[in-house]
């Protein structure tokens, strides 16, 4: 891997830069970003991408059907993760009548819902922010985050490979502070990636650091060097298309031990279902 790529700043840059040749992933930072820094969402873009995706429902019923996406019931941030993973993966269903006639006669209407469009990738919102602040009990900032639609889906934390006190670990409990401050961050994460440049994991957040693993190839064919670790793993599973499908069939939740967990595949696994 280039050394330009190594410290911190670089790493980020590096991983912006990757990003932005998979389109249509497009860029800001997040101080260009405005609104409400209490509140993870980019509720105006998801708000958009509604309007856009299902323009023959009423305005009244997308104000619903943004509600029931955004509200997550649970008494805690990963009963929350799961009650949105359910509605992310299967998306939600609505019935609702309009007037038909003058004389007030009633037509029913139904729609199934979801919060991303599977079917047409480029029908997607894909915005790469790093630097983005967010307040929640503590102000915190992570380094990048992708957003589809305006939902926050991937985290990643970076650390600096030549500070000794800055490794993959550090990145792995840097994160675990964000639960802590900024839960809702989290309420719609899929995915989190920790990485110091030459070692780069990804898991989910309520993950404990052992289950956190490298993505070791782009193709599911010729396995890479773990140098270009970063890399590999976002032009082998950050492809718009393919995350879209990680996303939706290859995460999941368990109960272990009195904790809801969420799962998600390793490259071998993915890359063995794709190939059946």
Do not use: C
């Not at 930072?29 to 509720?43: C, M, S, T, V, Y």
């Not at 000794?164 to 840097?174: C, E, H, K």
């Amino acid at each position: 891997m280039p050394h330009k790529f190594l410290a911190e700043s670089d790493i980020e840059e590096a991983a912006i830069e990757w990003l932005l040749q998979l389109k249509p992933y497009h860029y800001k930072h997040g101080e260009d970003i405005i609104g409400n820094h209490k509140k993870a969402i980019l509720e105006d873009v998801f708000e958009n991408f509604l309007k856009q995706t299902y323009p023959h429902v009423p305005a009244r019923i997308l104000e619903e059907v943004k509600q029931e996406f955004l509200f997550n019931a649970g008494t805690d941030i990963h009963q929350r993760n799961h009650a949105f993973h359910l509605k992310l993966s299967k998306g939600i269903s609505k019935t609702w009548k309009e007037p038909l006639t003058p004389e007030g006669e009633e037509k029913q209407h139904f729609q199934h819902f979801y919060p991303v469009n599977y079917e047409s990738v480029d029908k997607n919102d894909f915005l790469v922010v790093n630097q983005f602040t967010i307040e929640g009990r503590n102000r915190r900032r992570p380094d990048l985050i992708i957003f589809i639609n305006g939902l926050p889906i991937v985290l990643f934390e970076f650390k600096n490979l030549f500070d000794i006190d800055a490794t993959v670990d550090n990145a792995f409990n840097q994160v675990q502070h964000y639960i802590q401050d900024i839960p809702q961050v989290f309420e719609t994460n899929e995915l989190t990636v920790i990485s110091d440049g030459s070692t780069t994991l990804h898991g989910t957040f309520s993950s404990g650091m052992e289950w956190f693993a490298s993505w070791k190839s782009v193709n599911g064919i010729n396995m890479v060097e773990d140098d270009f670790a970063l890399e590999t793993l976002i032009k082998g599973l950050l492809v718009p298309e393919r995350l879209l499908q990680y996303i939706r069939h290859y995460i999941f939740h368990e109960w272990e031990k009195g904790a809801l967990i969420k799962k998600a595949a390793k490259y071998h696994q993915f890359f063995g279902v794709q190939a059946v």
